[in-house]
């Protein structure tokens, strides 16, 4: 009896034995496909960051051939270059106009190597890089109380200038899309700063300046005639609406039916808003038509826009009367549409790239402040006549 007992503790420990190295085994192998699972993960991530970087190398070769074909082309519309910066090849124009010569020297099997200290170890390049000059909309973003100026070139005539602001980037919470808005009824209440709701759209002040073909004097920009022809408006539009109510409403104001620089009395005009953003856009959509300009022409125009209050993104569009297709921006802020790769894996990324008029820089504001102004000038030849801090706003 006790020879029995003495076998069947040995067979329970072999059982024991055997479990705990089956045990063992199966942790060690999950342990292992764990490391190499993240290992993969990270060589992965740092894959596509490296192909994102590729991407974003076409985009600044781009930008250089955007700078050289200003350059050749800023006088002459029939440039013979156009057909190679809108070319609907992959690479023609980094490759002819970004006057690299890197470019064209790791140009090979249709697409252009990306060279780090002389090599290209990481096996990075752009597959595809394009350029579009002329764009359905102009994108943009503002910082509150800061301003931009858009010149309104266009591929063809526009009589409407339709805004769109206040996007879902600019809420404060990424679950909650719900947009503060003032309600109608209790007017267009101009509040302190910091009074302002963090989830209520910017004030939108809309200044448009422009002239016709057949040339303006400066008095122009401060009067109409009596054809309803003025070269310079400006609205403040004010957000209103109703907290959490989808609206896709679209408001339109005839802009030369109203100038708040000649006619500074009156509340700003109220701009029916969408309480939610849920399902994406922009929160304030208006539409301004606007006026011929004085003396008639073809019309140069700019659109100035400050966001009071509060940031702001933007998208603008022109349109030309009724017809449902927006007339596109000519060479005002052209789209880079850019793959890169890096092994084999890639990335697309698109980005806009704001041109600025070589023939007809023009400032953004003459004077732009926040706050109060105080000016004190004074012609004198006596140092004793100055008072520092005699200047009180």
Avoid at 28 to 55: E, K
Avoid at 209 to 224: A, E, H, I, R, W
Avoid at 252 to 263: C, E, K, P, Q
Wanted: aromatic share 8%.
């Amino acid at each position: 009896m006790i020879k029995n007992r003495l076998q069947q503790r040995g067979a329970v420990s072999l059982f024991i034995v055997v479990f705990s190295a089956l045990l063992i085994t199966v942790v060690a192998i999950s342990f292992v496909g764990i490391m190499i699972q993240d290992q993969q993960q990270a060589s992965t991530t740092d894959l596509s960051q490296s192909a994102y970087d590729s991407a974003q190398a076409g985009v600044e070769d781009a930008k250089r051939a955007l700078i050289r074909y200003q350059n050749m082309c800023s006088s002459d519309s029939n440039c013979v270059v156009n057909s190679k910066i809108n070319s609907s090849t992959c690479n023609t124009a980094v490759e002819e106009l970004s006057d690299v010569k890197d470019v064209a020297a790791s140009s090979s099997n249709g697409e252009v190597a990306v060279q780090t200290g002389g090599s290209n170890s990481l096996d990075q390049a752009y597959t595809c890089v394009k350029v579009d000059l002329n764009t359905v909309d102009y994108l943009g973003s503002l910082s509150a109380n800061k301003l931009n100026v858009i010149p309104l070139n266009s591929v063809s005539q526009f009589d409407t200038v339709q805004i769109q602001w206040f996007s879902s980037s600019d809420l404060s919470s990424s679950t909650n899309f719900d947009v503060d808005l003032q309600d109608p009824t209790q007017g267009v209440p101009l509040l302190a700063q910091n009074s302002w709701k963090q989830n209520r759209p910017a004030i939108m002040q809309a200044q448009l300046v422009q002239f016709g073909s057949n040339g303006f004097t400066l008095s122009d920009f401060d009067s109409k005639n009596g054809s309803g022809q003025s070269n310079a408006n400006t609205l403040f539009l004010y957000p209103s609406g109703k907290t959490g109510i989808v609206s896709s409403n679209i408001d339109t104001f005839v802009l030369g039916d109203r100038d708040i620089r000649r006619t500074p009395t009156g509340a700003p005009l109220q701009v029916t808003c969408s309480g939610n953003l849920a399902t994406g856009g922009y929160a304030c959509n208006v539409k301004l038509t606007l006026p011929e300009p004085i003396g008639g022409g073809d019309r140069t125009a700019f659109l100035q826009l400050n966001a009071l209050y509060n940031n702001s993104s933007y998208r603008i569009t022109l349109l030309n009367g009724a017809a449902p297709t927006p007339v596109k921006f000519n060479a005002v802020q052209p789209e880079v549409d850019s793959t890169g790769r890096a092994n084999d894996l890639f990335r697309r990324i698109k980005a806009r790239v704001t041109l600025s008029d070589l023939n007809f820089p023009y400032p953004q504001a003459a004077v732009n402040v926040v706050g109060s102004l105080c000016k004190d000038f004074i012609v004198t030849d006596n140092v004793a006549d100055y008072k520092a801090g005699s200047c009180t706003p």
